[in-house]
């Protein structure tokens, strides 16, 4: 019973989502691409009344430096984005507050690391 008391008024009440989107293939990794999903996941947390959201970008080739970028700007309050490159286990997010905290709370470079590791055996 204290233990519910104490999460009802410690824990946040809100709803929030973690978004994996992998690209089907290499001519789909663009910018472009990115922006489509990038709105509809907007849209999703508008209609979902999301709190905020991450989305993680797959693709199993190198992106392009225009799609890079706009990952590494991407500064939206509500969404944090990174994308990751399988081949290269290449990792690069946003820089905002929840783009930041994506990849310290999910200690995604250790993941990314020991699946490099584990690749290169």
């Known amino acids: 019973m204290l233990s519910r008391f104490i999460s009802y008024f410690l824990m946040p009440n809100y709803s929030v989502a973690f ?7 290499s001519s789909e990794v663009s910018r472009a691409s990115a922006l489509n999903v990038i709105e509809s996941i907007r849209d999703e947390i508008r209609d979902r009344d999301l709190k905020w959201a991450w989305l ?13 970028n706009l990952v590494q700007r991407f500064d939206l ?5 990174a994308l990751l490159d399988t081949q290269t ?18 200690a995604i470079h250790k993941l990314v690391s020991k699946f490099a590791k584990d690749k290169t055996r």
Request: net charge positive; no cysteine.
């Open 56 to 68: 993680l970008l797959l693709t199993e080739v190198e992106p392009p430096k225009s799609l890079v």
């Open 89 to 106: 286990w290449g990792l690069h997010y946003s820089n905002s507050h929840i783009g930041r905290s994506f990849v310290r709370q999910l």
């Open 77 to 81: 309050k509500e969404l944090g984005v």
């Open 19 to 25: 978004i994996v989107y992998p690209f089907s293939n």
